[in-house]
């Protein structure tokens, strides 16, 4: 960091990390929702392949593993944030 350039408080690089996490958050939702689709198209849809809609299955639940720990390191960021903002 240059001598030049403020540092943060503690706050705002909270509020700065959330706001990232919020947007790996989104997509990660637009992924989710792309594999939903492929997952659509190998298990009912023209291109039914078992083997793929089951694979494509696995990546969707580990995706949504993924948006569950986005949200709730979004949550405990934002009420460590607000905590800090608090006692001041």
């Not at 403020?6 to 909270?14: G, V």
Request: overall charge negative; aromatic content about 6%.
């Amino acid at each position: 960091m240059s001598d030049n350039q403020e540092r943060k408080s503690p706050t705002e690089h909270l509020r700065d990390v959330t706001s990232q996490l919020k947007e790996m958050r989104h997509y990660a939702q637009t992924n989710t929702e792309t594999l939903s689709t492929h997952w659509l198209a190998f298990d009912q849809g023209e291109f039914k392949h078992p083997e793929f809609a089951s694979r494509v299955n696995e990546l969707l639940t580990k995706q949504g593993k993924l948006l569950d720990e986005l949200d709730s390191a979004i949550q405990d960021i934002e009420i460590e944030a607000n905590r800090i903002d608090n006692e001041v």
